[in-house]
């Protein structure tokens, strides 16, 4: 299996402009996890999905963000407009649905708005 | 609510050195642990993963952690510190099917 795949493994772009990131997630994990990590605040937790569906998003840090998964292959976070503190690394990661399974991380997105 | 501490962002050790990573955990039930290592520019790796079924785990890379309920701890070690340990390294918990919750993790840095 090919891991956890993220797109771009950078971006840079500037303020206002939408950036969207992607993820596939490994084949047959039912759960699917979106993290931000900086230097500040560590790794946080923004949304999680089991089967495709949002079950909690309260660590979206505004409406600027959003969270899709239209499938079990494809996850996408979308930030629209983006600022300069949302520079930052983010995480795609999924994990088979049960408990004390292991989760498994892809390279990341390094995001960086200028 | 679970919640993952780590005791030290950032620990400094000599190679050949014992490593001591430290994670004290609380949790009202009893908790899924892991560590996970990061290189630079790198998504988290799995190093060990504790689910009751036996105190002392070991790991990839030659670490283990033992899980001390008395002490509700998770501490990660390793006999002889490599100049490739050198990373970070993130405790984290859950309970039941929910989300793990990451300790903010310690930058092991190894001296030759």
């Known amino acids: 299996d090919a891991g956890v795949i993220q797109s771009p493994r950078h971006e840079v772009t500037e303020m206002g402009q939408e950036v969207t990131l992607r993820c596939k997630p490994i084949?047959?994990?039912?759960?699917l996890f979106w993290y931000r990590q900086t230097m500040m605040r560590g790794l946080e937790l923004l949304i999680y999905?089991?089967?495709?569906?949002?079950?909690?998003d309260s660590g979206m840090p505004e409406d600027r963000f959003s969270a899709k998964m239209p499938n079990a292959s494809f996850s996408t976070l979308k930030i629209q407009p983006s600022e300069p503190r949302d520079s930052a690394v983010y995480f795609c990661?999924?994990?088979?649905?049960?408990?004390?399974?292991?989760?498994?991380f892809g390279s990341g997105t390094q995001l960086s708005v200028l | 609510a679970q919640s993952v501490t780590q005791l030290g962002s950032h620990v400094s050790v000599s190679e050949g050195a014992l490593v001591l990573l430290r994670c004290n955990y609380s949790?009202?039930?009893?908790?899924?642990l892991f560590w996970y290592v990061q290189y630079p520019n790198q998504g988290l790796q799995l190093l060990l993963k504790?689910?009751?079924?036996?105190?002392l785990v070991k790991g990839i890379n030659g670490f283990e952690a033992e899980f001390k309920k008395s002490e509700t701890s998770f501490h990660l070690t390793k006999p002889s510190a490599h100049m490739s340990d050198a990373a970070e390294y993130f405790c984290a918990g859950g309970a039941g099917n929910t989300p793990l919750v990451f300790g903010k993790g310690t930058r092991l840095s190894v001296i030759a």
């Open positions: 990661a999924s994990r088979s649905q049960g408990v004390g399974e292991k989760l498994f």
């Open positions: 504790y689910t009751s079924a036996a105190t």
């Open positions: 949790s009202s039930v009893p908790p899924y």
């Open positions: 084949s047959g994990h039912n759960s």
């Open positions: 999905f089991n089967n495709n569906v949002p079950i909690d």
